[in-house]
């Protein structure tokens, strides 16, 4: 029986505000257990929710980044449960007016020349719980709860159950994280719990048009955890039909060390949440002035970043991915160009030399030692003749260690290109008179010989010989390839 994988994501990211959604706590990862809190945070007797109105501009602002509908009447709701991190007995939440709806995001494959859209059903905005701590000691059964994360403003992104593998799971993620990063309403830092995803699995026969039993497998904590867990799942549930057998729709968890996904509990219904507007938090109502302000503040999106670099600036697909994966990598890019004016070199530099170093030393490019000025100014000495590419790695090192511009450690170190004719020309003579084996070849035909020539003058010059005139002064002294010309 071949299958098709049906699957569908919740994805919850913490807006980065200072403070909460409904109270003046502190929003802010860490701290000693319980001391980022209020009384509201804790639900004593007497404390009422007001919206953090930051929380509803960034909520809506990620609702425009994302293509959606913005709700111009919206409202919170109660979502009943009982927990030990949920000490209301409820979560204020939204249910049947969320405050956005419809819109997608585009993912590409790799080796897959089309884009697709994956489209959104909702995002609502909600508080986050607290956190159980669990003790790791098996002889204490004992837990432990930090509210220090309840009241943290959350947005709930919900898409269609459209995507179809693992792989594009993976790439939704990464493309919707890059997009709330780059219009900053959320770090989106998975380790520190500020984006959590949910995955609804199911499969069912190719062909067939209807949907079978869905498992939510809760709190993946990593893009790879994800993929893994989707990949199990679906593997389990193809074993499952395979034997005729069926199975319940539940809540399951993945074990990272197990590798495997393991039942948690019977999986709640709407109805099972009893949700009734919240009472203590009135209406909401967005006007277009406010959606139209939020949506000419936005930044140029990666997806359109992007096509940009490849239009406009002739880059090629891969560079303009790498530099537009973060917003800081392309604002760095950008700053360099400007002065650099050469958009292939400067990306030849940021992706692989510049970013090389960040991945190594695992740092934010806002924290490499070389301003993208500098970057500008190293490409135009290249661009300018000034110096050689090998002899711009020379100077590379240096700035890694210095404040100083590209053009002071030039003079310093005289690092200039020669360009003496009759300086060069001595040294060329030199060198072709010290390798006869080379100009034997040539003669012969040979043509990689020439490497070998041009080699020992850089060499004699310590690369500091223009490359150019190099090449014209040996191939005037050689003659044409194969001819048999005395030297």
Partial sequence: MEYEV????????????????FSTATNEFGGSPNTHISPLCV???GTLPVLNEVVLEKAVRAGVALGCEITQFTKFDRKNYFYPDLPKGYQISQFDKPYATKGGIHIQLKGEKEEKFLPLTRIHME???????HSHDPSINRSYVDYNRAGTPLIEIV???????SDEAYAYLNELKTILRYIQVSDCNMEEGSLRCDANVSIRPKGEKGFRTRVEIKNLNSFKAVKQAIDYEVEWQKDVYSRGESF????????????????????????????????????????????????????????QKKERYKTELGLPEYDAEVLTSEREIAEYFEEALVISGDAKKTSNWVKDEILGIVNKENISIQEFAIDPIRIGKLVKLINSGEITGKIAKTIFEDMLTSKDQPETIVEKKGLKVVRDDKALEEIVLRVIESQPESVEGWKN????????????????????????????????KLGPLGEKKKV
Wanted: hydrophobic content about 35%; proline content about 7%.
């Fill in 127 to 133: 508080e986050d719980a607290g956190k159980l701590i």
């Fill in 6 to 21: 049906i699957i569908g994501l919740e994805v919850h990211v913490q807006l980065n505000t200072n403070s909460k959604i």
């Fill in 445 to 476: 035909g040979k043509d990689r010989v020439l490497g070998a020539i041009v080699g020992g003058v850089m060499k004699e010059t310590k690369g500091k010989a223009d490359p150019k005139l190099v090449n014209e002064l040996i191939l005037a």
């Fill in 43 to 45: 639900a004593l007797p």
């Fill in 159 to 165: 898409s269609e159950p459209d995507l179809r593998s």
């Fill in 248 to 303: 319940k729709q539940m809540t399951k968890l993945w074990d990272a060390t197990l590798l495997k996904t393991l039942p948690m509990r019977s999986k709640e219904m709407s109805h099972d949440y009893r949700y009734f507007p919240e009472p203590d938090l009135p209406t909401i109502q967005i006007s277009d002035s406010f959606i139209e302000e939020i949506r000419k503040s936005l930044p140029e999106l990666p997806r």
